[in-house]
Each structure stands twice: as structure tokens, then as C-alpha cells.
């Protein structure tokens, strides 16, 4: 039997957080036609940031993931939120993870992976998204990462 | 009575620039079905550049605001100009507000909402946008901060 | 007689490199409606870089220059294997490009006209892009520049 991305996100006992609401005259997300546009996914749970610094001087490429995968949750729960079910989402089109870094080389990579290894394993390999990668000189409220997602609604 | 976009630029008299043409080989805007992406818009009236800078370093905050809304300004000029009218606007799907900053932590949240709360006054609370906000190491010709919009055409 | 866009590409003796295999798990490119969303494309061949370090530091901006046009072929052998032909562009509606810089002030207009006047050379002045152009803390591999490309397939 083929789950669904719900099946599979109960599957795998993840637990959404409450989907975050804007820091500002914005939208978390915007349908046009049938694409779904996010705004700019924090690792935050409401308006706390659960990490803070750069990857490569006040955090390591471990907190990197761990950053960019609570920053994944905050998609799945804006995106149920406005969509009703994950299971309408026919595609990830686009995931963009940018990182804050401050002059050294961090694994840039291995941190997008962890958003990445996410959405695939929610989403099914079918569905997997193209993908934008760089380090950034500062994020809002000192955050180390930041999701950008498109994704195709059915 | 509700004001269309166009009245309620004319309200808050603001008067747009002339459309910047661009710095290369490059279009400022292009139309795929109903969306309208336009070109990186900087703080820039004609091709002289308005603010010169990064936000906490050679700018403040508050400088880095008025760049914002000078962009924002040029967002509009330009849809206008390929539009015929900014009421054929449905909707501001994305807002990207990509400041240059240097090493410290300015609020760059604020100074995205310079570029929001323009867009909001004129098209409407019910067109606000999805947004996404970093900090950059450096922007074309020195500026402090660029935006991307994306627009569905009614 | 009118060229098309693999007549202009063979006409101008450019051979284009194997399509870049993903580095995780992410796919080179989606497909939406009639838009193809390509991941970020750096300046390699297979997965070695061709280019390391920052413009105006360990590069100069010639060979960011190199870089933008050494990404862009990649851009071309990915777009030609997900639609068999680039023929089937209809238009190149955005171009992304991100330079890694290091607290000068390199000519990133320069550098991101290399990949602009590729794109045009070989699609045509009627369907050149909207830009966005952006210095960059650091990219993955330690490449100079990364461009994201939305096509329209007709």
C-alpha cells in the first residue's frame, strides 16, 4: 500500500508545531494558480528562535541541521494550514535553504540535506523539489537558516 | 466605496519614477501566464544610485528603510509600465527584501516592512504578500537593499 | 532565416558538458505547469569545481566572469536533458545570480552579464530574462558563483 504524506508524517510521529504567523505586514503563504508560495521559513516555535548564530562561529554544522529541520516543520505546518491536508501537495517545486555563515567554509550541503532528507521521506522520492543553496551575511532575529518553498498543490 | 490601486496611489499622492530600463543585458520584468516577475529593483532613481552602503556599517536603520521604499517605488513604476495599470494586480504573491549588511545584527525586519507596508497601502490588505528577508554581503553598485517581486495578473 | 535556439548553440561551436547529477537528495530540476524550476547550477564538470574562492578576494573579476559562464553551460545541459531540446523554451523568465564576495566592492554586474549574454546569444534578444543579482557569504564547494534559472516551455 502506497501512504499518503499524512499517513506518512503520522507514521514517522512528527509532530507539528502551530503554524507561525507573520512578523509583519505579510502572509505565511500565497496560492497562485496552483502554486504555493511560503514566505520565509525560521527555525522558530511561534516567535522564538530556537537557535541563534552563524554556522561556522556561534554554531556548528550539527546545529546547522538541527536549525534547518525545525525551519522544515514550520513548512509542513504552514503549508497544512493552508492547504487543509499535506496530501494536496502534488510536488515540492522549489526548496531554497539559506544559511548564515561568517567567513569560514561550513558544509553548506549537509545542511540543506537535513531539509531536504525531510521533505523527501514526508513527500515520497516522487516528489522531491529542485534546490538553492548559499551562506548569507545575517538572518532575520540572528537565526542560523532559512527555507524558501514552492510547492505544486494537485 | 473601495479604491482601486491606482486611486489610492493618487491618494496618498505619490508620484512614481520613470521605469528603470536596465543595466544589461536583461529585461525589468517578465510576464509567464498570469504572474509578472520583475528584475532585482535597487534604491536607484534612473541608473544613479540613491543610498550607498551597508546597514550597520555605513547606514542605519533607518537609511536602510528609506532604500526600501525608494525600490519599492521602482517595483511599482516598473509593473505599471508593463501592466498599463497596476489595477490589472491580483495579488503580490512574493516580496524578497535582500539587505547588505557587514558583520553586526541590524533589524532587518523593519527594514523589510518599509517595502510591506508601501505595498500594502497601495494594493490592499487583501494582496499582501508571502516575504522572505536576508542579509547580503553586497548588492549591485554599492546600494543597501534590493527586492524581488513577483506579481499574478489578474 | 530565423535560428532556432539549438541552431544558435551549434552555430556557435559550444559543446555543452554531461547534465550535473544532484549532490543530495534533490533533483536537478521540476517541472510545473509550463515553468521548469532548475536547481542552483555552480561552475563544475560532474561534481569538480572548475572555480574556488571569492571574487575580489581569492578570484578577480574576470574569473567570476568564467564562473557565471561555466554555471550557465550547466544551466543549458540540464534544461536540454529535462525537455530533450532547448528548442522548447519559450522564454528565459528568470536568472538568478549569486557571487560569493568578501568585503570588497567586485563588479557584480560584470560578472552576471557573462551569463546574461550566453543566455542571450543563444535564445535571442526576445527571450531574455528579469535578473536578480546579489553578492553572497559563501557558496556550496567554495564555488564563485551560482545561478537559478526559471524557464517557460512552450
Do not use: W
Amino acid at each position: 500500500m502506497v501512504k499518503s504524506t499524512e499517513e506518512r508524517l503520522a507514521a514517522a510521529a512528527i509532530e507539528l508545531p502551530p503554524a507561525v504567523t507573520p512578523f509583519g505586514p505579510y502572509v505565511a503563504a500565497v496560492q497562485t494558480g496552483n502554486l504555493l508560495f511560503l514566505s520565509g521559513m525560521l527555525p522558530t516555535v511561534g516567535h522564538e528562535p530556537k537557535f541563534l548564530g552563524r554556522v561556522g562561529k556561534e554554531l556548528n554544522v550539527e546545529q546547522g541541521c538541527s536549525g534547518a529541520y525545525a525551519a522544515a516543520l514550520n513548512v509542513l505546518a504552514v503549508a497544512r494550514q493552508n492547504l487543509g491536508s499535506l496530501d494536496r501537495i502534488s510536488r515540492v517545486v522549489k526548496l531554497g535553504v539559506y544559511i548564515a555563515t561568517a567567513g569560514g567554509r561550513p558544509d553548506l550541503v549537509k545542511i540543506a540535506d537535513a531539509a531536504s532528507e525531510l521533505l523527501r521521506d514526508i513527500f515520497g522520492e516522487d516528489k522531491i523539489s529542485a534546490r538553492l543553496v548559499f551562506g548569507v551575511e545575517n538572518l532575520p532575529f540572528g537565526v542560523p537558516v532559512e527555507l524558501e518553498v514552492i510547492f505544486e498543490v494537485g
